[in-house]
């Protein structure tokens, strides 16, 4: 992985599925909102809804950016509640 960004879902983010993000960029006090919207990719069983931030990293083996972090975990099935 060459890069790793935040980013805010533009729409919601499925487990194992893409939604079009717009990438943020530290403006020395917080994170701010680019011009710069990508398609985001779940591949760890995470899952996020419009407006949520996460982190995301490029890969160059699937030329993707794959969300990394920051959105809701998927409970196991066989952990109690």
């Known amino acids: 992985m060459n890069a790793m960004r935040q ?6 983010l499925r487990p194992g599925g ?12 917080r994170y701010v909102v680019t011009n710069e919207q ?3 990719f779940e591949f760890v069983g995470t899952h996020g809804h419009r ?4 982190y995301a ?12 972090s920051g959105l809701f975990e ?8």
Not at 7 to 12: A, H, I, N, Q, T
Not at 57 to 68: I, Q
Not at 74 to 81: D, K, N
């Open 18 to 29: 893409s939604a079009k993000a717009i990438l943020l960029k530290w403006n020395g006090q």
């Open 57 to 68: 990293c490029y890969s160059p083996e699937s030329e993707r950016w794959e969300a990394t």
């Open 51 to 54: 407006g949520d931030r996460g």
């Open 7 to 12: 980013f805010e879902l533009m729409e919601d």
């Open 38 to 40: 990508t398609t985001v």
């Open 74 to 81: 998927q409970v196991a099935g066989w952990l109690p509640a």
